[in-house]
């Protein structure tokens, strides 16, 4: 009788000490609840536009005088959300501080996608009381989360078409001639408009310019090319450029 008891009695230290769940010998079921992760909020989408300063050139759009000069540089969007009517505002001052001007210009590309780029270029500077305001100025930036007025068709679609090819070449007059192909991968028949940028050896924007192609049905390629208005931005027709940037800036189905 005395081996049994010893017997039970060990069988019974056994299963407590090698378990922390379960039952022996009478003693209760064990439960470890695991901590419960609360689930992970999503990011906050929002847009961020900043305007790149290195980009910012000064310019006369009659190519003579200093009373229409304008700056013309880039903004991007580096938030994670699309950035709508974007708008640089630029303030100017007379030689004690006080503001005597201030103009909003619009951005080229509406809406701002994230990771996207596109030009901006100011209101003339102002020539007040035979006074030119030449270097007393501030830049600022504003942009909205939602479309504020109607967009145009397409606006903020960059899917459907593909550029299949693009070239810059001279003309017989020396003048440039930036054109392309490209192809609607889609399923519905559509427009597609471009932007091409030109840059200088540092970067800073010398000029752009817009075109499109369409109505294109789906696997049709078309040619697209561009007018290079070089003068509207104090550029000689013929002027030189060390790079530049095309992409694809809306998208109109039909339907």
């Known amino acids: 009788m005395l081996r049994k008891v010893v017997l039970i009695s060990l069988i019974c230290l056994f299963l407590i000490g090698g378990s922390l769940v379960g039952t022996g010998c009478g003693e209760k079921e064990i439960t470890v609840e695991k901590p419960t992760t609360p689930p992970s909020e999503s990011p906050v ?25 304008r700056l013309i540089g880039e ?23 006080y503001i005597v001007d201030q103009k909003t210009s619009a951005a080229v590309v509406n809406p701002l996608l994230p990771g996207e780029k596109c030009p901006i270029i100011t209101a003339p500077f102002p020539y007040i009381n035979y006074t030119y305001y030449d270097s007393r100025y ?7 989360t939602e479309p ?60 752009y310019s817009e075109g499109g192609a369409g109505p294109l049905i789906p696997n049709q390629v078309s040619t697209f090319g561009f007018d290079v208005l070089a003068d509207r931005f104090g550029l000689d027709w013929k002027f030189e450029f060390f790079s530049y940037s095309l992409m694809i800036t809306g998208v109109w189905l039909l339907d």
């Open 148 to 207: 504020k007025w109607g967009l145009t068709a397409g606006a903020g679609c960059r899917e459907g078409f593909e550029i299949l090819n693009f070239k810059i070449s001279k003309d017989y007059y020396g003048f440039w001639k930036p054109e392309g192909e490209v192809l609607n991968i889609g399923d519905k028949q559509g427009f597609v408009y471009f932007l091409l940028t030109f840059y200088d050896n540092q970067g800073k924007v010398l000029a």
């Open 75 to 97: 903004v991007q969007n580096v938030g994670n959300a699309p950035a709508y009517d974007i708008g640089v505002t630029a303030t100017f001052y007379d030689e004690r501080g």
């Open 138 to 144: 501030t830049l600022s930036l504003s942009w909205e």
């Open 45 to 69: 989408r929002q847009p961020q536009v900043e305007l790149l300063q290195n980009t910012l050139r000064r310019f006369s759009s009659e190519g003579t005088g200093k009373y229409s000069d």
